[in-house]
């Protein structure tokens, strides 16, 4: 976790998707409720069904394409195709 956390972030809720066919896409199975990605930036990219911070702090230059990331906290499946800060 950042130890800055008195920054304000934007929170960007992510789109949910059904489930991926198996191999079709880079999909992100997460453990615990960690994001799968954690930076200096000011963006955090939350689930789009529970807001679960997946992406925490996004920053310039930051490129992620066409990757899914599934929800530890709910399960849902939340799409990032393509993000660039």
């Known amino acids: 976790m950042r130890e800055n956390s008195s920054r304000r972030h934007a929170k960007m809720p992510l789109d949910v998707i059904p489930e991926p066919t198996p191999d079709s896409r880079t999909t992100f199975i997460l453990k615990g409720l960690r994001p799968a990605f954690s930076g200096p930036g000011d963006v955090d990219f939350s689930c789009g069904n529970c807001g679960?911070?997946?992406?925490?702090?996004?920053?310039?230059?930051?490129?992620?394409?066409?990757?899914?990331?599934?929800?530890?906290?709910?399960g849902s499946f939340n799409e990032i195709a393509p993000l660039y800060v």
Do not use: R
């Open 52 to 74: 679960q911070i997946l992406i925490e702090g996004a920053g310039e230059g930051l490129a992620i394409d066409d990757v899914v990331i599934k929800c530890p906290n709910c």
